[in-house]
């Protein structure tokens, strides 16, 4: 077994600054080894070793982040958390490539978005059209949070089960911090669906 090599699923690919409206941030790439995704870690500030680092696992979606549409808060998500960690002293986005749709893909999620022209919510539209609710995959997400030898995290989110499935592979997770959208006509069915059928946990407006 001594000629074995360990080469290890999340491969650090690349490393540059970008500065943003939200401020400058270190920012790295990964590469998935088992599916050939590819990751983002936008960081502010010192993380190696830190407790309690602010820290948003974000999932793609061109729609909201690149389309603007207002039929998901994606985008308001996206765009909160980036400033809220631009003024930290340090934190960190993780960006999920592959997320498209809870996981599903860009060509389903606008299938969907079909059915819920017709009166359906997400959840049904997904299983009308026999899809998973959410197929997503956090463990990028621990893994790039070891890689960056962050400590432990107050996370940005709204969903506990994203929570769950984070500590379940092995992230500590030292409280989480809400973020709070204002939400739109386009968005409130969509908003409302979060909240009543999958759990989530926030005020909408406040």
Same mark, same amino acid.
């Given at each position: 077994?001594?000629?074995l ?51 948003r ?10 389309l603007?549409s ?48 017709s ?8 299983? %009308? /059209? *026999?899809?998973? #609710? !959410?197929? @997503? ?5 621990? =893994?790039?949070?070891?890689?960056? &030898? ?17 500590? %379940? /592979? *092995?992230v500590? #997770? !030292?409280? @989480? ?5 204002? =939400?739109?006509?386009?968005?409130? &069915? ?17």
């Amino acid at each position: 077994m001594s000629g074995l090599t360990y080469v290890p699923r999340f491969l650090r690919v690349a490393e540059t600054v970008l500065p943003t409206r939200h401020g400058t941030f270190r920012t790295l790439c990964y590469r998935d080894q088992y599916d050939g995704f590819t990751h983002l870690a936008l960081v502010r500030g010192d993380v190696a070793g830190r407790s309690g680092v602010l820290t948003r696992v974000h999932s793609e979606c061109l729609t909201g982040e690149v389309l603007g549409s207002l039929r998901c808060d994606c985008g308001e998500q996206f765009d909160r958390s980036l400033a809220e960690i631009g003024k930290a002293a340090s934190g960190v986005l993780v960006y999920l490539c592959g997320h498209e749709g809870r996981g599903v893909g860009l060509v389903a999620k606008l299938r969907a978005y079909e059915l819920q022209d017709s009166g359906l919510d997400t959840i049904d539209a997904n299983l %009308r /059209l *026999g899809l998973p #609710v !959410d197929t @997503r995959d956090y463990a990028p997400a621990a =893994g790039i949070l070891d890689d960056l &030898r962050v400590a432990s995290v107050h996370l940005m989110t709204n969903n506990p089960a994203k929570q769950a499935d984070l500590i %379940r /592979l *092995g992230v500590v #997770v !030292d409280g @989480r911090v809400p973020i709070v959208v204002q =939400g739109s006509e386009a968005s409130a &069915r969509y908003l409302t669906t979060k909240r009543e059928r999958m759990g989530h946990l926030f005020p909408v407006g406040d």
